[in-house]
């Protein structure tokens, strides 16, 4: 049974930082490409950030010069640091595993505000 966890999520405010993390559990981690994407209310969910085995990254336009995504795949576990975060950052963040099949996690709530 597939799995991924996220955590890592809260309150913080503008200008802060917060690191998220997914953990996973039943899937080969090492091939799959592992994504961060979040839903703020009213809104589509959007990609956030996508990382590639071994470390090809790809981000959204709102996310580059902030965020990193990295991966440690020897403890099956993607990673997003988020720093200079901006109240409109404010949504779940969800974790995404993809190969032929595609995974999600519950999601992690980040609030950003003062």
């Known amino acids: 049974q597939v799995q991924l966890v996220e955590s890592g999520g809260g309150l913080v405010q503008p200008g802060g930082s917060l690191r998220l993390s997914c953990v996973t559990s039943g899937l080969t981690f090492s091939r799959y490409l592992m994504r961060w994407y979040r839903q703020a209310p009213g809104s589509e969910r959007e990609l956030v950030a996508g990382i590639s085995s071994p470390s090809s990254t790809n981000y959204a336009d709102s996310a580059k010069g902030r965020f990193t995504i990295s991966r440690d795949n020897a403890a099956n576990t993607v990673y997003l640091q988020m720093t200079s975060l901006k109240p409109e950052d404010t949504a779940v963040y969800y974790c995404?595993?993809?190969?032929?099949?595609?995974?999600w996690g519950q999601g992690t709530q980040v609030t950003v505000s003062s």
């Open positions: 995404n595993a993809k190969r032929i099949n595609e995974y």
